[in-house]
């Protein structure tokens, strides 16, 4: 059986992308698309793809949480001996991708990653939910492990060990923050003639705004 793929297609039409109506600085232009991604009241609004790369350049993406963003970029949480962990750990750079197709928008997003200070990391571990904080310990994530009662039995462990006492952030677990150099912003457009407006630092540490075809 044959499924006909070319015959997906959907017209954006909703919106335009123009320079004249966008913020001189791409994180204030981020906020202004957030707030209006949030009034939409979409699901996971803040799932984001993650695209890392090994040191001799082979690349790996998946799914994660945007926790935080501001002035300096995007925050997100993982496990520091995870692939991920491991990849940024060699080769700190890394790009994010949001597509949020109710509005019709996407955001790609490059730039260098390192880690927030153990204090912003231990503030934040202390919020997550009971559960979470000891899969944290529970874990070791990205690891070949033999079965799921491997899972299960670690956290009934870490369950039994926390009991009585304060569940403390792992040392191999915190946050990262991506400093963006790079941000696109992708408006879909009838006939496939998209919107992209890219951010980029010139050599005065100043963002600038280019048209890309789309």
């Given at each position: 059986?044959?499924t ?77 001996e ?48 009971l559960?979470s904080?000891?899969?944290a ?41 991506l ?36």
């Open positions: 059986m044959t006909d793929l070319a015959g997906l297609r959907k017209e954006y039409r909703l919106q335009s992308l123009l320079e004249k109506d966008v913020d001189g600085n791409p994180m204030k232009q981020f906020e202004k698309w957030w707030h209006e991604i949030n009034e939409s009241a979409i699901d996971e609004a803040n799932a984001m793809t993650l695209a890392t790369c090994t040191r001799d350049s082979k690349p790996t993406a998946r799914i994660v949480l945007l926790k935080e963003f501001n002035k300096d970029g995007f925050v997100f949480f993982s496990n520091y995870s692939n991920k962990g491991r990849q940024l750990n060699a080769n700190p750079f890394a790009s994010l991708v949001f597509f949020w197709k109710e509005l019709e928008r996407q955001v790609r997003i490059e730039g260098t990653v390192e880690k927030i200070s153990e204090k912003e990391s231990d503030e934040y571990f202390s919020k997550r939910p559960e904080r000891i899969g310990w529970s874990s070791p994530q990205s690891q070949v492990i033999k079965n799921r009662e491997v899972l299960e039995n670690n956290f009934t462990r870490y369950s039994e060990k926390f009991s009585d006492k304060e569940i403390n952030r792992p040392p191999h677990w915190g946050g990262y923050i400093k963006p150099n790079l941000i696109e912003f992708w408006q879909g457009g009838p006939g496939r003639l998209h919107d992209r407006l890219r951010y980029i630092i010139n050599e005065k540490d100043s963002w600038i705004i280019e048209r890309l075809a789309p």
